[in-house]
Every structure is written in structure tokens, then in C-alpha cells.
């Protein structure tokens, strides 16, 4: 999968796409991690029970000039896309999606639309 400018994750109404505001310190304050390749990585749980037995995850990766961005929702051991929408925990599930995200529009990560 390509870096794309904008995404629009698998069961969501809402695209986000790259803040022209974003900064690399923002990512770190955040939890994003940086790889050997300068790319940003941000992996968290889904489920508020328990954020050490993640049933889903946000995935989220930025390039390291920050120009393009990938986003999934992920099973827990982060190799399959899965739709949140529409699983049986989707209420616990998509509640702390659009919590992250909130948070990240709100830090000038992303635009939502």
C-alpha cells in the first residue's frame, strides 16, 4: 500500500487527510515511534478492557518527509484489515477510534472531511 495524502478507513463516513500544521514533535508527544527510515509509526488498542490483549488496533504510519500517511484498522497481531464497523464490539471499538483521531485533528496532525 501507498503513501496516499488522504485515507478513508474501511467501514468510516470520515476521510482524513495530512494538516498542513503537522510537525514531527507533535508525532513523538502523541506515541508516535521513529524508525530506522525516518518513518513515524503509531500502534495502539482498540479495546478499552484491555490495552495489552488487543482484539484491534489503529494502525497509522507517516513517511519521513511527511507528505503521504497510511491508515488501517488491523487485527491484533496487525496483518489483517479488519472493518470495526461492523464487528460484534463495534460500539467499544469505534468509540476509541474516533477518540484518537479526535485527539490527533485537535493536535493538527489531521484534517478530518
Not at 65 to 71: A, E, I, P, S, V
Not at 99 to 108: F, I
Amino acid at each position: 500500500m501507498a503513501f496516499e495524502k488522504q485515507v478513508k478507513v474501511v467501514g468510516d463516513d470520515d476521510t482524513y487527510s495530512i494538516s498542513a500544521a503537522i510537525k514531527k514533535y507533535t508525532l513523538r508527544d502523541l506515541g508516535f515511534e521513529v524508525s530506522k527510515r525516518g518513518t513515524f509509526t503509531f500502534e495502539r488498542s482498540l479495546d478499552p478492557n484491555s490495552p495489552y490483549k488487543a482484539a484491534a488496533k489503529l494502525k497509522i504510519v507517516f513517511n519521513d518527509d511527511l507528505t503521504g500517511f497510511k491508515m488501517n484498522t488491523v487485527n491484533a497481531s496487525g496483518t489483517v484489515t479488519m472493518n470495526i464497523f461492523t464487528s460484534s464490539r463495534a460500539d467499544e471499538f469505534v468509540t476509541q477510534y474516533h477518540y484518537m483521531l479526535a485527539e490527533m485533528v485537535e493536535r493538527g496532525i489531521f484534517e478530518k472531511s
